[in-house]
């Protein structure tokens, strides 16, 4: 197999990738013996390195390394790494108050957020939030509040969705591994029910509308449903986008039958595929929309979203947590927002998309491996399958990542079955560094499928 690992880095001529040393370089391989020492193997170590600092879409790691980055952490900072706005924001906030649990002591931060949050997400009904710290925790709670409005137990949601880690939220994965085993015993009361991939399963929205809710009243019984659970676009899962309608005889179904429509925005949301929220993209409007990454430029917060009437059904007190909303994160919050209009960040997820998909669209052409591209915004992604059995090509996604680690760009792998080379830059990122980018992704595919070839 070609050692696409060790390849020369060609970074010479760029401003925006520097691979000065062996990857990982001295100062990461003497931060990862520090780790192995004292934090949990649990934790994963996807890329060797480790950073020293980051802006907009470029990171540098300790060791003077610089890479573009089409992570963004798991799609967090769509304005940017260390955004000017949201830097300037905290810093004003974190000498005032860092701290006093908005149940006890409450901040005017906390309340601008969630009135930004009740005008841009889908609905044009009085809407209220609460502010926790992860998307996971909004996934909870979103939960805890339908299940309190409708008087009912269970929960739906599909498959290949993706929804957290904590014990609820692993019960809600599709994916067990490595979510939820030897965890449990997870949640109950959760039931999982075909999705739309109209990639794979060839179905109308109609179509896969009608097997998702014949298996849930079948299965469950609409009269017993609290929730139906569903990202607008599958994250984790592969950014699998549902046929037209599917989405809608959804939302329709749930209305008829008493059902708290909850969209997970988590990953897809904030401006990420060219709307402030992508359900907008089909027409929807949830009962409730959870979101976080994103909304918080890089800091912590996550909240639920919703129609007034469902986000009281709360007993005072049966909402909150410490954290929830902390100053600090509700002001880089307020700042993102303020990005994104005064920014035209929409326009720039869309400018992101109508760079990106010609060039997917020319990759997908170029090679057989490449059974998709798809994606809305700067959510983009291509699916890799053994062109002679249709099978997954997971060892190909991973050798491109790898390969292109060491040419200096970061790409992420998604998909339940780990062949999908998914697409999270911020939408600051520039043409130039992502034609760069796409250089390396279709020179990182080239090497990997032919050492794939090889083997
Ligand atoms: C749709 C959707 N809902 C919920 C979540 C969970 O959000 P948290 O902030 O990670 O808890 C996500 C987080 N996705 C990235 C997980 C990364 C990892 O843990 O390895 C999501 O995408």
């Known amino acids: 197999m070609t050692d696409i690992l060790h390849s020369p880095a060609t970074t010479s001529e760029s401003t925006n990738r520097k691979i000065v040393t062996p990857i990982p370089g001295p100062k990461s391989v003497e931060l990862h013996d520090r780790r192995v020492k004292v934090v949990s193997e649990g934790v994963s170590e996807l890329f060797p390195i480790y950073v020293d600092h980051a802006h907009d879409a470029l990171m540098v790691d300790v060791d003077g390394n610089q890479f573009i980055d089409f992570t963004g952490g798991i799609g967090v900072t769509t304005v940017g790494h260390t955004n000017d706005a949201v830097v300037e924001a905290v810093r004003d906030q974190v000498g005032k108050v860092t701290h006093t649990l908005f149940g006890l002591v409450g901040y005017e931060s906390y309340i601008r957020a969630a009135e930004l949050l009740a005008e841009h997400t889908p609905g044009d009904f009085p809407k209220k939030s609460v502010f926790v710290n992860s998307g996971a925790e909004a996934l909870e709670n979103a939960v805890k509040i339908a299940r309190k409005f409708t008087g009912r137990t269970e929960v739906a949601v599909l498959h290949h969705g993706y929804h957290g880690r904590t014990n609820l939220t692993a019960a809600m994965n599709y994916n067990m591994h490595p979510y939820g085993t030897g965890f449990g015993p997870l949640a109950g009361s959760v039931h999982h029910a075909p999705n739309s991939n109209p990639f794979s399963d060839g179905l109308t929205g109609e179509q896969a509308a009608k097997a998702t809710i014949t298996h849930l009243e079948k299965r469950v019984g609409a009269s017993q449903i609290a929730c139906l659970v569903v990202e607008p676009i599958q994250g984790e899962g592969g950014f699998i986008i549902p046929a037209d309608g599917y989405l809608n005889a959804l939302v329709d179904w749930c209305e008829e039958n008493g059902i708290v429509y909850v969209s997970d925005e988590v990953q897809s949301g904030m401006a990420r595929t060219g709307k402030y929220f992508a359900s907008e ?24 979203t919703g129609r007034a009437d469902i986000m009281d059904a709360s007993h005072s007190g049966g909402l909150g947590g410490t954290f929830g909303g902390n100053p600090v994160a509700a002001a880089a919050l307020v700042a993102v927002f303020e990005q994104v209009e005064s920014r035209g960040l929409l326009a720039e997820a869309q400018r992101v998309e109508s760079i990106m998909r010609p060039r997917l669209d020319a990759i997908k052409q170029r090679f057989d491996s490449v059974a998709d591209a798809r994606g809305k915004g700067a959510m983009m992604a291509i699916e890799l399958q053994d062109p002679a059995t249709g099978e997954p090509a997971p060892a190909i996604v991973k050798a491109v990542q790898q390969f292109a680690l060491h040419q200096g760009v970061l790409f992420l792998t998604a998909g339940t079955f780990g062949n999908v080379l998914r697409f999270l830059p911020s939408v600051v990122i520039t043409d130039e560094q992502l034609h760069e980018g796409l250089d390396v992704l279709e020179a990182s595919l080239e090497a990997a499928i032919a050492a794939t070839a090889a083997q």
């Open 281 to 304: 993209h089909f027409g929807i409007v949830p009962h409730l929309t959870t979101s976080a990454k994103g909304i918080g430029g890089g800091l912590p917060i996550a909240a639920v």
